[in-house]
């Protein structure tokens, strides 16, 4: 690891303070995903300023009925606070669908947002990478791409975003908190993290001197019919291949109001309002689960070693239909997919 | 507890640990606590496998709680209360892990154990997992490549029996 410089902000205005000021330095909070990258020589910032002790660790009521989740709360404590395992359990789950409880009692929730793609290429500094060195051309599109993305992808990069929380919070219409030198100021969790284009180098829109501060859930936790399914090589511990987050408002059989979001396939966490639109004030049955499948995926293009993953993810999401119908979310610990 | 000397007439009682702070030198940013454990203190039971928070061979309990100590700075954790696989073991007896790991053959090198257990043991703090299941699930962080997997899972549901 190279060497740097240390200091702690002492407030979310100091942070920001001490941001602007070094263009070359970096925010660390839980270091999961930082540290491990400084170590393979992708990111090299000369100054960290430690943001682990401000005061942003709580889970707070909202006035319009939602969640306040504070940007340095860990990921296990968010999994199992009680008001998200009752109400917002998809958030729960997909949480615990991804890491190790090591990394989930070290990594932030603002951290989570900001982690940065597992492409092989992104990590091996041998090898060209627009994201990592813009302009140098990208390994993935001809190379090993079993792992990469067929949705949203563009001649420069076909990274995915690796996040299981992310993909919950964009079905729950989170919104991001954030604050710079201008202020605090709000977007959605689908306008946080971009799409290559021809600035792959870019994840989010998060400026380079501002800060995460919370994060926000509406009201509507879509606690009775759920599911995060997350198909991936090893049963645990191990990047998505294809993830589905689905929550539904049933009147009856009848799908009222309609989420889906999916991992492991984009740049971002993919979420569809057009299929969304097909579902609400259907009958929740298998071709009308099919038919929001297949709006889902009719642009998707494989790059040869993950085209696999275009009938994957189409039957993913017939199967998360299915599972959120039912009443039956996908279980963490039985793999066994139901 | 007590303990008879050769001449099985004194008794010496060992006393509990006990917490100190000592400020020597300080410590450079980059170093991590992993680093710090192992090159400054001399605590060698914490291993280095990966490095980079896949394998929990690292892991120790930082406020009780497991993590990776490869993925942590030291300087982080200033003033924090640490606890490595040296200091789960009190009043001159095994913890009930440690001694659960025997009882089962819990490990054949042994490399993953000093992280297994003190993972084991933040699992065991934590309440959740119940089932068989639930260990393995919450335990995927360490991982163990003689494959010692199904006597670790015993010798973790030995531990959680016991008072």
């Given amino acids: ?338 | 507890m007590a303990r008879t000397t050769a001449a099985g007439q004194a008794n010496l009682s060992i006393p509990d640990l006990i917490p100190i702070t000592l400020i020597v030198n300080g410590a450079e940013p980059w170093i991590t606590l992993l680093d710090v454990l192992r090159e400054h203190l001399d605590l060698t039971g914490t291993k280095k496998g990966c490095d980079h928070g896949q394998c929990g061979a690292c892991t120790v309990l930082v406020e009780g709680r497991r993590i990776n100590s490869c993925l942590t700075l030291a300087v982080m954790k200033d003033g924090a209360s640490i606890t490595t696989i040296e200091g789960l073991a009190g009043n001159g007896t095994l913890h009930p892990l440690q001694q659960a790991f025997i009882d089962h053959d819990a490990f054949q090198c042994g490399y993953c154990t000093p992280g297994q257990i003190c993972s084991a043991a933040g699992l065991i703090a934590e309440g959740k997992a119940k089932t068989a299941d639930e260990i393995r699930e919450l335990m995927s962080g360490n991982i163990c490549r003689c494959a010692a997997y199904p006597n670790i899972v015993a010798a973790i549901q030995q531990a959680m029996r016991a008072p």
């Fill in chain 1, 1 to 338: 690891m190279i060497n740097f410089q240390y200091t702690r902000a002492s407030d979310v205005a100091d942070a920001v303070r001490q941001i602007a000021a070094d263009p070359t330095s970096k925010f660390i909070a839980g270091g999961t995903n930082l540290l491990d990258l400084m170590k393979d020589d992708i990111e090299r910032p000369s100054r960290l300023i430690d943001i682990s002790r401000l005061p942003l660790k709580s889970v707070d009521s909202t006035g319009d009925g939602g969640l306040r989740i504070g940007a340095l709360v860990p990921n296990a404590d968010l999994a199992w606070h009680p008001l998200i395992e009752q109400r917002y359990p998809l958030l729960s789950r997909a949480i615990l669908a991804g890491a190790s409880q090591q990394l989930r009692n070290m990594a932030s929730t603002g951290g989570n947002l900001l982690q940065r793609t597992r492409c092989f290429y992104f990590y091996d500094t041998a090898t060209p990478c627009n994201k990592r060195e813009p302009g140098s051309g990208c390994s993935a599109i001809e190379g090993l791409n079993r792992g990469h993305a067929i949705l949203g992808t563009s001649d420069a990069c076909i990274a995915t975003h690796p996040s299981d929380m992310c993909v919950a919070l964009a079905a729950l219409d989170a919104q991001v908190r954030v604050a710079g030198p201008a202020g605090e100021r709000s977007m959605a969790l689908t306008d946080f993290h971009r799409l290559p284009g021809d600035t792959p180098q870019r994840d989010t829109n998060l400026a380079p001197d501002e800060i995460v501060t919370a994060v926000e859930l509406p009201a509507q936790g879509f606690a009775s019919h759920y599911t995060y399914l997350k198909i991936r090589d090893r049963h645990s511990y191990a990047f998505a291949l294809v993830s589905v987050a689905v929550g539904l408002e049933l009147d009856g059989n009848r799908i009222r109001r309609a989420r889906l979001a999916l991992g492991g396939v984009a740049h971002k966490p993919w979420r569809d309002r057009s299929a969304e639109a097909a579902l609400e004030g259907q009958a929740a049955e298998p071709a009308v689960f099919a038919h929001a499948a297949e709006l889902v995926l009719r642009g998707a293009r494989g790059f040869g070693h993950n085209t696999f993953k275009i009938d994957l993810a189409r039957r993913a999401i017939i199967r998360a239909l299915t599972q959120a119908a039912r009443g039956t979310p996908q279980s963490i610990s039985s793999k066994k997919i139901a």
